[in-house]
């Protein structure tokens, strides 16, 4: 096992594209799409990431697994997308009781506003690693 590199939030983007999230949280991995797809490319093996979905929360972490693939992704009403994803190892759905966008932003300062944000902060990043523990089933 190597190193951990890094931190990141990735917005699941499910306004703008259909079932994205739904994806993601079936097949344990982490997507962008179209335009954004490029941004998964940054992730590295044993990176951690926290998946963030509009108006709730943080509802996944996970670790990356591997490098990034390609394919193509067909969201609910057949449009196709460009999709980037790395597969994530030690997948925790907690979407039925999130780390709420409020405890995100007190927690770490930011409103996830762009695809992928990583954390610049270990320490803050641990914490929310950390508040995972009383929310898995």
Same mark, same amino acid.
């Given at each position: 096992?190597?190193?951990? /590199? &890094?931190? !990141?939030?990735?917005n699941? @983007? #499910?306004?703008?594209?259909? &079932?994205?999230?739904?994806? /993601?949280?079936k097949?344990?991995?982490?997507?962008?799409?179209g335009?954004?797809?490029?941004?998964?490319? =940054?992730?590295?093996?044993? @990176? =951690?990431? !926290?998946?963030?979905?509009?108006?709730?929360? %943080?509802?996944?972490?996970?670790?990356?697994?591997? #490098?990034?693939?390609?394919?193509?992704?067909?969201?609910? !009403?057949?449009?196709?997308? @460009?999709?980037?994803? /790395?597969?994530?190892?030690?997948?925790?759905?907690?979407?039925?009781?999130?780390?709420?966008?409020?405890?995100?932003?007190?927690?770490? &300062? %930011?409103?996830?506003?762009?695809?992928?944000?990583?954390?610049?902060?270990? #320490?803050?990043a641990?914490?929310?690693?950390?508040?995972?523990?009383? =929310?898995? #089933?």
């Open positions: 096992m190597g190193l951990i /590199m &890094g931190y !990141f939030v990735l699941t @983007d #499910k306004r703008y594209v259909p &079932g994205a999230e739904e994806a /993601m949280i097949n344990k991995k982490a997507s962008a799409y335009s954004r797809a490029h941004q998964i490319d =940054r992730l590295r093996e044993n @990176d =951690r990431i !926290f998946l963030y979905s509009n108006e709730r929360g %943080i509802i996944v972490r996970g670790t990356a697994k591997g #490098k990034f693939k390609e394919k193509e992704f067909t969201d609910k !009403f057949h449009d196709v997308y @460009d999709e980037h994803y /790395m597969e994530l190892k030690n997948f925790e759905n907690i979407s039925y009781n999130p780390i709420t966008h409020e405890e995100l932003k007190n927690i770490t &300062g %930011i409103t996830p506003s762009q695809t992928l944000i990583q954390l610049p902060d270990e #320490k803050v641990e914490e929310i690693w950390g508040a995972f523990s009383g =929310r898995t #089933k």
